[in-house]
């Protein structure tokens, strides 16, 4: 066995003026590599015949396999499927099953079938139909060669179903490859230098097949080690026991041993000892709680969160003194304390994290400068409390805030804050 | 004058496993555009030399710019400077700014300077060093056979302060470029086919020189007329007139002629209108809220969200009544409709938006299945409702439910609910 490589070609102006950011790309990837088929390279190429011949001509060298992504729709930018018919020399044919599902998701919704829609049941009669069960553009399969070129929709949700449904069990069958296992250590309050020099020996003992990559986010770094091989059992101990090996070393940093966000090891941490957990945010507007959220199950341990943006709400619904307000400002230390007191109280919940700090680009005093986020933790017994400052735009200072919040949190009900 | 064109090479192992999502090359393009300048194509490699190389080599062909973000840190799988250094035949010496900057940045911190961060302050001596005011790692300009080859680190806050503030004002001066215009047409309610059909003339009539793209998203679609030329005002006027010709014939289902979000639409109509806005979330767990404060100056309008993700929040904090959760459950007509009304009077608000649904994978039943969602939006004298049914993944149909609920409240607002 050897390594299957493969190329992600994605096609759209979208792309290239950056109104859209592709995030089929990198689920793509990760499907690949559950499956041992490396990603060699992505490329991505505007709605021009000559940009997609240009990228098929010269991605077809590189790899085994090449994924594209786009141009499949009813309206004129989209050229991918005549041009791919005519690459590799096919003639456009309407596919009854396709057409029929066709007018189906027509009358489903209402709507009447146009010509151009009608069109898109038409398929090269040189290619395997990849059915699209969510839309109306099928996905296509060529084999020349020995390489294999798929053709996919754009749209993330139509692209995943085909992908799992049909594509990348028929990739299975295809192609035979090494095995990729990946084993992460998700770090919390030290930079990638610190943490390089203090492992630095165990990385240096690590075998070619094995390789780490530092993978720095909002404060966070993750630690990545990647294994290559045919024999699947030795080479997942072998990664295992290297990744003890950085996990005790860095014992006093480690979050997590799984390649899980910090809602889902918050969530976790919840599940495991039964307790519930309410949110007063201010300046985070609610996306500590679409964090919450993400997970699935959340319901068991999330009750709710108290959004007061504007000071009333932090008076009238969270009981913040108007006093406090008035003397200490919204971003303080005892404006949080009496936020995740009222929580507590009114959410009902064993554990409250509150919020609130000015984010930027306006709203900063000489007191309280934009990027100063206050935060509090609380359960029936015990509050502590924390300045944080972000230096950075609005958005990623919310992000900061957030995610910082909710390792605060974890680190509280786990007896980790020093 | 002519197009400038330019390519964008990401360079990281975790943009090939899809561990990590590109959002450089989108906000790169999209700075590069207003500059009038084409990126042409977008490429990401691995962190090999042979990757890195191979597509430095050709690239190269292709555009008179080429852009590379990524491999700047101070771990070993960082290899893009001295790879650079080498490729373009210099020498790494210490930069004394970027030395003392490196110093100060530890100090202020509180960490000692270590061995590999100092190195961080070597430059090849054939670059002109972009100083890199947020981070350790320095941005560098490469000239050669009058191409420009511009490295950038990953870290997107770091990449983005050295573009606006060093590389993109260095572009300006060294390129003369043919300008590129956008205008743009937001619309909600129809599919784009339906609306390539109903424009097909108006499309036909656009000269070579405008483009027209269809960019459909979670029930929206966005038009862009793309136009490029070197007389500024005449492409202007003929790109606005063109947009407006498009907007009269879509006129029932456009939502603003901006690139904006709808969180941006919403807030400006609030504003305009000088009324206030509260929610009461609960299935979106505060997705919403956070939409909404994504907007600087939102404090003006937005007041808060209660995210009542639990029955007990509804009926403790909303006032919902335990009979109306007992006898039509948590995701109903009723529900959502002591929500909008609790919200309304605790939040002290002009205008209520409530949300209730299930989003899935779990908690369907037969009477309510995965993917309904309720909404009431209200204001002190009217309550509208919706059912919604989105089809997707949870998060997608999150993210459905956070934009349909504020187009659902921004047609209430404007007298635009049929």
Known sequence: MSNIQAVIITIG???????????????????????????????????????IIDALDEEWKKASIIILTGGLGPTSDDITKPLLCEYFGGKLTVDEKVLAHLKEMFIRRNRPVLERNLKQAEVPDNCTVLFNEMGTAP??????????????????FEMKHIMEHVALPKLKDRFKSDAIIHRNIFTAGEGESFIAEKIQDIELSLPPYIKLAYLPDSGFVKLRLTGKGTDIPTLTAELELKQ????????????????????????????????????????????????????????????????????AIKQNVLGVKATTLAQYGAVSEETVIEMVQGALKLLNVDYALSVSGVLGPQGGTDRVKVGTVWMAVASKTEIRTKEFRFFYDRERNKEMAAKNGMLFLWRFINGKLS
């Open 13 to 51: 102006d979208e792309l290239l003026i950056g109104q859209t950011i592709d995030t089929n790309s990198a689920w793509i990837a990760q499907r690949l590599n559950e499956q041992g088929i490396e990603v060699a390279r992505r490329v991505a190429v505007g709605d021009t015949k000559a940009a």
């Open 244 to 311: 003890q090996e950085l996990a005790t070393r860095l014992a006093n940093i480690v979050i997590s041993m799984e390649d899980y966000p910090m809602e889902r090891i918050l969530g976790d941490s919840l599940k495991e000892k039964g307790k519930t957990l309410g949110l007063a945010e201010s300046c985070t507007g609610g996306y500590l709680g679409h964090f919450m959220t993400q997970v699935p199950g959340a319901s068991a341990y999330f009750m709710g969160s108290i959004v007061s943006y504007d000071n």
């Open 139 to 156: 996905g296509m399969w060529f084999e020349k060669n020995d390489k294999v070129i798929i053709s996919l929709p754009g749209v993330p």
